[in-house]
């Protein structure tokens, strides 16, 4: 049956996926010796599968692997290659703070080996058109460290690129993301001056930005511009933890569902699991209400019994 706008608005234009901090170490090894990060990746992309979502991309916002090990960007990429394949989606890496630039190009880029020793202090920075829609991914590691930074070089690089603007818009796909925290350890590892990058992203062609290292979900605004921030697939932190405490936990994993519509997106967090569902309409009682009028459908679903 052919879909029927039950609402306002029109289906979205494109969906994208967009998970961050999958922390997989080498040899399938569990972290902190009890978190199983291969069977979270594994159980999110199936419940996408078994959903019938079908996105247009993958946006995977950093941390890929714990301790940059090759092994461990090789399963990855494999899980979600195989997972792409199915959606025909295209896949974004981010670079994270514990990633490692250097394996991250050659296995998950699958660019040639740097033929120089200092390659990993370039960032990998890189630029997706998703049919007029540009995913920029933007490296705001610093080796060696875990707090973030953006370049003069960067700032540059990103400027000629607003200098012109794509026909759907531009995302930032970014690991640090440029809003408050209430974590007070975690406020020592978030982006440093981020005014610059605010002068660079003012009146630009960006309508979202994408973070990750915050292990929580959260959403906020920088230079105008919506942040949406996807909790980690391997374990989150504790908000309600103790004041000044920060305490990581093997639950509450999500990852995000961006819709792109003409004139705005949305961020929607799916947690990750099986869940005993306690109400449900089915398919044929939507197909019942497509068959209705606009008023028939209110007097049928909405109207208070």
Known sequence: MAAVQLGQYAPADMLLVHLSDTHFLANGAALYGSVDTDHTVHHALEQLHRSGIRPDALILTGDVADRGEADAYRRIRGIVETAAARWEAKIIWVMGNHDQREPFRTELLRQAPAAHDYADQYPVDHVHDLDGLRIIALDTSVPGYH???????????????????????????????????????????????????????????????????????????????????????????????????????????????????????????????????????????????????????????????
Not at 152 to 159: C, D, H, M, P
Not at 245 to 258: F, P
Not at 273 to 290: H, I, K, N, R
């Open 147 to 305: 707090h973030g930074e953006v370049t003069e070089e960067q700032l540059s690089w990103l400027a000629e690129l607003f200098a012109h603007p794509a026909r759907r818009g531009s995302i930032l796909a970014l690991h640090h993301p440029p809003i408050p925290t209430p974590l007070p350890l975690m406020s020592v590892l978030e982006l440093q001056d981020q005014p610059r990058l605010a002068a660079v992203l003012d009146g630009s062609d960006v309508r979202a930005i994408l973070g990750g290292h915050l292990h929580y979900s959260t959403q906020g605004l920088f230079a105008g511009i919506p942040v949406s921030v996807a909790a980690a697939t391997c374990y989150t932190m504790d908000l309600s933890a103790p004041d000044r405490e920060l305490r990581g936990m093997n639950g509450g994993q999500t990852l995000n569902l961006v819709h792109v519509y003409a004139d705005q997106i949305t961020h929607s967090q799916l947690p990750i699991g099986d869940f005993t569902a306690v109400t449900q309409f089915s398919a044929d009682y939507v197909d019942e209400l497509a068959a209705l009028s606009p008023e028939g459908r209110r007097q049928a679903f909405s109207r208070q019994r």
